[in-house]
């Protein structure tokens, strides 16, 4: 079955550093691929999203490329903020059938002044 | 504009009890979930729903019910709660459309509700 694959956490880093958090997956057909976050005590938020190979899902200063050839979404930042400190998700939908979303374990990202 | 609504935030239940989790949402979607997050293990579904009358399982299932009467109700039910059942359960909603920026795959999700069984 379709599975996700996050790198563990927590990542911690100062304020204004680059940040990579790496995202595979496993799955059949051309599924679709998103990044949610989760800021402490909220729901989850879309965050950014890819339909199709080479894509780009950029919002807030992240961004991540649908990269087929190697099943990656990993999410990149160039200079991470305090306020950017919370738990993201790394997700995708299957190309047809059912429409809920298969998470990663998430990673936590701590940003320190 | 108020979007997936969730009932109780905090509740805390003893073995055997059996409660009903609330959700409501105003957006018009059709599609509903329900998923489980237990700590470091991300987010497992439970159940969801396509529409008004039609449910389905997810991964997770047992120990749960739910049903949808309405386009904007859709509740999941423990019988006979148990110590494993213990998790934050978030309610989502997604439209029908297609894959553009509110289409099935873009999920809107509740706040949360932190259930413990003791």
């Known amino acids: 079955g379709d599975s996700v694959t996050q790198m563990e956490g927590p990542v911690t880093l100062s304020e204004e550093a680059f940040l990579t958090i790496n995202c595979t997956y496993t799955?059949?057909?051309?599924?679709?691929l998103f990044w949610y976050v989760q800021y402490p005590g909220e729901g989850l938020q879309l965050l950014l999203k890819?339909?199709?190979?080479?894509d780009k899902g950029s919002n807030k200063g992240f961004e991540a490329t649908y990269r087929k050839e190697t099943t990656s979404f990993h999410l990149e930042k160039g200079s991470v903020q305090v306020s950017d400190s919370a738990v993201y998700f790394c997700?995708?939908?299957?190309?047809?059938?059912?429409?809920?979303?298969?998470f990663g374990s998430g990673t936590r990202l701590q940003v320190q002044p | 504009n108020a979007g997936v609504t969730q009932t109780p935030k905090f509740r805390i239940l003893k073995i055997g009890q059996s409660m009903t989790l609330q959700c409501t949402q105003d957006?018009?979607?059709?599609?509903m979930y329900w998923y489980r997050q237990d700590p470091g293990m991300g987010l497992k579904l439970i159940y969801y729903?396509?529409?008004?009358?039609?449910?389905d399982k997810g991964e997770v299932p047992n120990g749960y019910n739910v049903s949808r009467s309405t386009t904007e109700d859709f509740p999941l039910r423990l019988e006979l709660a148990a110590p494993s059942q213990t998790s934050v359960y978030f309610c989502?909603?997604?439209?029908?459309?297609?894959?553009?920026?509110?289409?099935?795959?873009?999920?809107?999700f509740g706040a949360g509700s932190r259930l413990t069984v003791l």
């Open positions: 989502a909603s997604s439209y029908r459309g297609g894959q553009g920026a509110g289409g099935a795959n873009v999920l809107t």
């Open positions: 997700a995708l939908s299957p190309g047809t059938g059912r429409r809920a979303l298969t």
């Open positions: 729903s396509v529409g008004a009358g039609i449910t």
């Open positions: 957006m018009n979607h059709n599609y």
């Open positions: 799955a059949t057909g051309y599924p679709s």
């Open positions: 890819a339909t199709k190979a080479d």
